[in-house]
């Protein structure tokens, strides 16, 4: 099984010129099936809670597209415009997938 990643980091996917390796490489060539993240600085308080939100959302069975745009609903009726700062490097439609 292939993981989803979730950095909730400041600058986490952040790429410059000087960058020879991101994130988003490496956890792919360790065959991780997305990563999320953000290329800002994030308030340690939000990223709580939209990481929580996108979680939640994740284990109730919602694919991470629809998922993170909730989460990004959410925050911008907080009038809170940073949710939009999350990136999803993967498909829309992918899901975790039931243990059982």
């Known amino acids: 099984m292939a993981p989803v990643v ?9 790429t410059d010129p000087a960058s020879w390796l991101t994130f988003v490489e490496a956890f792919s060539a360790f065959s991780a099936a997305g990563v999320v993240g953000t290329e800002i600085m994030i308030e340690q308080g939000m990223a709580n809670e939209i990481g929580e939100r996108f979680w939640e959302r994740l284990l109730a069975g919602e694919a991470v597209g629809p998922a993170l ?13 940073l949710g939009l700062a999350y990136t999803a490097y ?7 997938r039931n243990a059982s």
Not at 6 to 14: A, I, K, M, P, R
Not at 69 to 81: A, D, F, I, W, Y
Not at 90 to 96: D, I
Request: hydrophobic share 40%; proline share 0%; aromatic share 4%.
């Open 90 to 96: 993967c498909s829309a439609e992918l899901r975790l």
């Open 6 to 14: 979730f950095l909730n980091g400041c600058h986490t996917l952040d």
């Open 69 to 81: 745009h909730k989460v990004r609903m959410t925050m911008l009726r907080k009038n809170n415009v």
